[in-house]
């Protein structure tokens, strides 16, 4: 027996887990998008994903990586208010960087684990938020410093979420050394390219964040564990991933969740991820499937009941069919719900469902289509 360590497992929505599992190439190219700075166009990237996928650590994690190569990095959820958020953590980022005024001077600059500025002469700035954050970046930028901005959660219809890509788009022609990344879910980061007013943003970088093969999850969990301070059994490693059904926060969960079956034991067995594994089941209910149900329309869900007839794939016809529906409605419908991650396609005219136990939960939930 040993005495319990922290458990270092981060299922908390926002933390950043000891291993980026199955996120590899997405790091090796951002590290060298910072390490490169202006031009390299992964320096503008859209990550869009279903819940549970791991957006939130992943922006965190990336941060952190610019921050270990010299730039100064914000991080805001898309809410009112963000931009004020943007230019008051940028400021502070740079040690207690407040207002660098038309008439303030960088005075000195001390880059190491953490970015430092001082100023001469700090005032109040005057002017809008572009005017500011220029200023902000024309000094930066002649230290060679950059700024990275990560936005969660985007929302299309966000008036400053239109602004910020817009004015993003300035600080770019000017060849200004700045990053903007945008995570969200995939409709939501699909209607914020449409609009005309951000049609540049329909060159930025993207990745579907998709779920993780099996033996990266395997990976992530058994280094988890060893960083821990325990070990774990094969079999449980087994169990664990299959529990995980390749979503990085479903690993986090059941991860957290076996190791508190016994925490003061030297190793993880398959029992502590059997128990573990239905309480983090039940998290991830709560904290996601309900939460994804509510974003659905009456007829997202009905086309989802009629998915329920079928064991694994369904046939779009036959979906067709069951709702009484020409095919082109089908369509319509199944664009919509793959955008929102809760389906996938299986081939040109099957759709499975992709959202771990969501199939389980709308049959709870709802029952099979009324007839």
């Not at 910072?34 to 819940?51: C, H, K, V």
């Not at 572009?130 to 969660?152: P, Y």
């Not at 991830?284 to 309900?290: D, M, T």
Request: proline share 5%.
């Amino acid at each position: 027996m040993v005495s319990a360590s922290k458990n270092p497992f981060t299922p908390t929505f926002g933390r950043v887990p000891a291993l980026m599992t199955g996120r590899e190439q997405i790091l090796a190219e951002m590290t060298r998008a910072f390490e490169s700075g202006p031009g390299n166009p992964n320096l503008s990237t859209i990550f869009a994903g279903a819940r549970g996928t791991g957006k939130t650590a992943l922006l965190l994690h990336l941060s952190r990586v610019a921050q270990e190569q010299g730039w100064i990095s914000v991080n805001v959820s898309c809410i009112p208010g963000m931009l004020e958020d943007i230019a008051q953590q940028a400021y502070e980022a740079a040690a207690d960087l407040v207002d660098p005024s038309e008439h303030a001077r960088l005075r000195s600059v001390t880059i190491g684990s953490v970015v430092g500025v001082e100023w001469d002469n700090p005032e109040v700035p005057a002017g809008n938020w572009r005017t500011r954050m220029s200023r902000l970046l024309k000094a930066l930028n002649a230290q060679d410093i950059g700024l990275v901005i990560t936005v969660d959660e985007v929302q299309p219809n966000l008036d400053e979420m239109i602004q910020l890509a817009s004015v993003y788009q300035h600080f770019v022609g000017e060849e200004r050394k700045v990053s903007l990344l945008l995570a969200g879910l995939p409709g939501k980061m699909s209607s914020l390219l449409r609009n005309e007013s951000v049609s540049f943003l329909r060159r930025a970088n993207k990745h579907t964040l998709r779920p993780i093969a099996d033996e990266e999850i395997a990976i992530g969990i058994r280094y988890t564990v060893e960083e821990g301070g325990r070990t774990i059994q094969a079999p449980a490693i087994e169990a664990a991933v299959k529990a995980s059904e390749g979503f990085p926060y479903l690993m986090q969960l059941v991860g957290f969740q076996s190791w508190e079956q016994r925490p003061h034991a030297d190793e993880i067995t398959l029992d502590d991820v059997n128990l573990g594994a239905a309480m983090a089941r039940k998290n991830f209910v709560e904290r996601v499937l309900e939460a994804t149900y509510f974003d659905l329309s009456p007829n997202d869900v009905r086309f989802l009941q009629a998915m329920l007839e079928d064991p694994e794939e369904s046939r779009l016809a036959d979906i067709a069919e069951r709702l009484g529906e020409a095919s082109n409605y089908t369509s319509t419908y199944k664009r919509r719900l793959i955008e929102q991650g809760v389906i996938g396609e299986r081939g040109p005219s099957f759709v499975a469902f992709e959202l771990p136990g969501f199939r389980d939960y709308l049959a709870q939930k709802c029952g099979p289509l009324s007839k």
